[in-house]
């Protein structure tokens, strides 16, 4: 089992495919075994590395409030590990804010990266969502959890298409049967570096490539958090899927895995 240690904690990683390295990191709650369909598509071009976030899966779930800036240098000592000088990235939600602390404190290790549902800072509302889901994680049973998740990131456009319907309902059971991934402590370390996360003033010391891609009906982190992280950015570039929300990398895969495929060969 790939295990190394970083930043003081234990780390999951994977690696799939050839090429150049691209690392991913997934948002909170989430493993990195959630790139799956994704890493099907890139792994034909890239290294793909996969980690367990600090909070969550096989990784240590230490005591929190955890940080942002934590979190990128726990995957800068995961690179430095594997004998990565230089990496492509790809960061979703939470992914994306410790990409963006990544490429501010370690800005020799980034090629280029693509930054999906950011934000540079929590407003009040996007505050108390995050510290929601911890009281959610706290009284409610998985299922009843994993509806709530999906109930923050997933459109209209899912909710009315009756196969993804389906498989919804059919992910809130299996999430009943599973081993559970995150503890509450994880969780809790976890939505501590989501509300936390300012880096508005230092993006602009980014000068790398950076795609922004976004839905413009996400609810869990609204269309002006992209607008305002890709503003910031000298060299970035927006995208935003129309009739989206938070999960529009699973709404449009086919569109998303061709389209963050051949901007990374290109950038």
Request: glycine share 6%; hydrophobic share 45%; with cysteine.
């Amino acid at each position: 089992m790939p295990i190394l240690r970083s930043n003081g904690i234990n780390l999951y990683y994977e690696q799939h495919g050839s090429g150049e390295p691209l690392l991913l990191i997934m948002g909170i709650t989430a493993t990195g075994s959630v790139w799956e369909k994704h890493v099907a598509y890139w792994q034909k071009k890239f290294t793909c590395i996969t980690v367990d976030n600090r909070g969550v899966g096989l990784s240590d779930q230490p005591e929190g409030p955890y940080t942002t800036a934590q979190m990128a240098d726990d995957c800068a000592g995961l690179l430095d590990a594997l004998n990565l000088p230089k990496v492509r990235v790809v960061g979703c939600s939470m992914g994306s804010t410790i990409a963006q602390q990544l490429a501010i404190r370690h800005p020799q290790k980034i090629v280029s990266m693509v930054l999906m549902c950011p934000w540079a800072r929590c407003d009040n509302m996007a505050g108390a969502t995050f510290q929601h889901m911890v009281n959610c994680k706290i009284v409610f049973d998985p299922e009843a959890f994993s509806l709530f998740i999906q109930l923050l990131i997933y459109s209209k456009l899912s909710w009315d298409e009756d196969t993804t319907f389906a498989s919804m309902a059919a992910n809130r059971k299996l999430a009943a049967t599973e081993d559970q991934v995150q503890s509450v402590q994880g969780l809790e370390g976890q939505a501590a570096a989501c509300i936390n996360h300012d880096a508005l003033q230092m993006l602009p010391q980014i000068k790398q490539p950076v795609l922004v891609i976004g839905g413009k009906q996400d609810i869990f982190t609204p269309m002006w958090m992209a607008t305002e992280v890709a503003d910031a950015i000298p060299n970035a570039e927006l995208h935003m899927y129309d009739g989206c929300g938070h999960a529009f990398h699973w709404e449009q895969i086919a569109d998303f895995n061709e389209r963050i495929n051949q901007w990374l060969l290109d950038h």
